[in-house]
C-alpha cells in the first residue's frame, strides 16, 4: 500500500451536523461512523455521543470527521489537519519522527483500539498531522 493522506475535520460537538450537511451538499456516503460511547473505554455522558471517528466518502475521496473530546481546545476553523495512513507501524513511527523535528507532539504515537500505531503531531510550519497505521488484514 502506498501511503495516503486524508483531510480530517474535528469539531466541537458538531460532527453529526457536519456530516448531515456533506450527505446533502457535497453527496457524501457514510461509510464508516462511531461516537466515543461505542469505544471500549468509559466516557461521560456528555462525551457519549460525539463522534469519535467517521469516514465520508466524497466521489473518490475520503473525509474524516470528528468530534473533539469534551473540554479539548478547540477554536472555530483551526480542526483541519492531514490524516496519514500507513501499512506498518515501522513506517508510522518514521513519519511521526520526522514530523515533529521542529514542531510538537499533540498525541504520542501508541497502541489505541482502532490502530496499532496512531499519533498526532504539529510540524514546524503548523501543519497538523495524524499518523494512523491501518490494521492487519485477517
Known sequence: MALQLTPSI?????????????????????????????????????????????????GATELYVNDTFPGQASQMGDGIQICITTPDTDKSQQLYDALQQGGHVVMPLQSIYFSPAFGVVTDKFGVTFQIYTQRPSA
Open 10 to 58: 474535528s469539531l466541537d460537538g458538531y460532527a453529526k451536523e457536519a456530516i448531515s450537511f456533506y450527505e446533502q451538499t457535497l453527496e457524501a456516503q457514510v461509510v464508516f461512523q462511531q461516537t466515543y460511547g461505542e469505544g471500549p473505554d468509559p466516557v461521560s455522558e456528555k462525551a457519549k455521543e460525539r463522534i469519535a471517528h467517521s469516514i465520508l466518502l466524497i
